[in-house]
Nanobody, 125 residues
Framework: QVQLIESGGGLVQAGGSLRLSCAVSGRPVGNYGMGWFRQAPGKDREIVAAISGIISETFYAGSVKGRFTISRDNAANTLYLQMDSLKPEDTAVYYC??????????????????WGQGTQVTVSS
């Protein structure tokens, strides 16, 4: 059974940093496409960052490029999202998701088969 459990969310002031973790059970995190999505109240779920399976090609939404970094620790079977220079508009529930074992970056929610339950990130001004 594949399970994804996010952690690391919380309250931070603008300009601060947080690191989100996604602990994965049931599949090797390095072989599968993985992504971070977020959803703010009244907004659609949107891609934040993604990393492809095997070759680790990455993608970042324009709004977070240069501020966020997606990575994984294969030994720990954990996906990370390092978030720096946070802005109030980054406030949302952040979701970890897993796709298929392909060397292709997936940027749409429909490409992902498994989802975590989300972790709240709140950035105050």
């Amino acid at each position: 059974q594949v399970q994804l459990i996010e952690s690391g969310g919380g309250l931070v002031q603008a300009g601060g940093s947080l690191r989100l973790s996604c602990a994965v059970s049931g599949r090797p995190v390095g072989n599968y496409g993985m992504g971070w999505f977020r959803q703010a109240p009244g907004k659609d779920r949107e891609i934040v960052a993604a990393i492809s399976g095997i070759i680790s090609e990455t993608f970042y939404a324009g709004s977070v490029k240069g501020r966020f970094t997606i990575s994984r620790d294969n030994a720990a079977n954990t996906l990370y999202l390092q978030m720096d220079s946070l802005k109030p508009e980054d406030t949302a529930v952040y979701y970890c998701a897993a796709a298929n074992p392909r060397p292709v970056v997936r940027t749409t929610a429909s490409a992902y088969n498994y989802w975590g339950q989300g972790t709240q990130v709140t950035v105050s001004s």
